[in-house]
């Protein structure tokens, strides 16, 4: 009885010691952004700008860009799309640190999977700031956009516990980088 004993609880010890081990990296290593702040206002003169992060946390900004590949209404890119669209960006020499990045990339699943409020009309040529991170299918070589926020002549916010965080942290870097 003994000998089953300890074979149970080496077995148990052993699968708990696997699990802890293993990574919890929701994203695909072949994802290549993950975060994007995009503002577009056609008011008084076409503006297009913002930034986004990228899967080894640089910062590449873009300033009405030409022939950029926007999202079609399902907020989907194709993969071919999104290199495009950072080829046109220009490095910042700012990086995010991979604790950070990790940090804020974890919370993607969860804004994914949770609502957003309805688009209510706020103004008029304030132009529109929106929030958006990103997963990244393998399979089907597309990546799908998750509102977090919309801020501007239309707001709407994702109502995840996190999206507020993320909001924080990305207008926070959008701070730093308009100061320079």
Known sequence: MKS?????FLLLFSGIFFISCQKDHVISKKQAILFQLDYVNYAWGYQHNGFVIDNEGNILTYNN??????????????????????????????????????????????IASSKVTALKNAGADAGSHEYICYQFSESTRKYKGHIIKMEGDFTCENLNYYSKKVVVWMKNINSVLISE
């Open 65 to 110: 860009p030409q022939d950029w590949n926007f999202p079609d209404n399902e907020l989907t890119l194709f993969e071919s799309q999104v290199e495009e669209n950072i080829s046109k960006c220009v490095p910042t020499g700012r990086k995010i640190t991979s604790d950070e990045l990790k940090k804020y990339s974890n919370y993607i699943k969860n």
């Open 4 to 8: 089953y004993t300890a074979k149970f």
